[in-house]
């Protein structure tokens, strides 16, 4: 089964950080984009940030919210990809998941990816 799971999440005061990691599993994502995502109780899910293929550059795309706060990198030698999140917010908790747009079309709109993962929990709590 082709899959990312998540992985990093917990509890952190605002003004934190955390580091969230994604590890492809049954599939190798190194010619697919990878991008992050959100979903908060009530809310639908959106995207956070979206990195492309090494191949192609990998370059970097975020949402206003965290622009300058998270940053998405990924290292292929380990098919894992990651979300530093930096300076947290009350408005950042929800369950971070990442998945794979193999298209590479340069959004973070939730239906161009694949392959979800189940999600970490991200709480911001003092």
């Known amino acids: 089964q082709m899959q990312f799971v998540e992985s990093g999440g917990g509890l952190v005061q605002p003004g934190g950080s955390l580091r969230l990691s994604c590890l492809a599993s049954?599939?190798?994502?190194?010619?697919?984009?990878i991008g992050w995502f959100r979903q908060a109780p009530g809310k639908e899910r959106e995207g956070v940030a979206c990195?492309?293929?090494?191949?192609?550059?990998?370059?970097?795309i975020y949402a206003d919210s965290v622009r300058g706060r998270f940053t998405i990198s990924r290292e292929d030698a380990k098919n894992t990809a990651y979300l530093e999140m930096d300076n947290l917010k009350p408005e950042d908790p929800a369950t971070y998941y990442c998945?794979?747009?193999?298209?590479?079309?340069?959004?973070?709109?939730?239906?161009?990816?694949?392959?979800w993962g189940r999600g970490t929990q991200v709480i911001v709590s003092s």
């Open positions: 049954g599939f190798t994502a190194d010619h697919e984009a």
């Open positions: 998945a794979a747009d193999p298209v590479q079309l340069g959004s973070i709109r939730p239906d161009d990816f694949r392959s």
């Open positions: 990195i492309s293929s090494s191949s192609i550059g990998g370059y970097t």
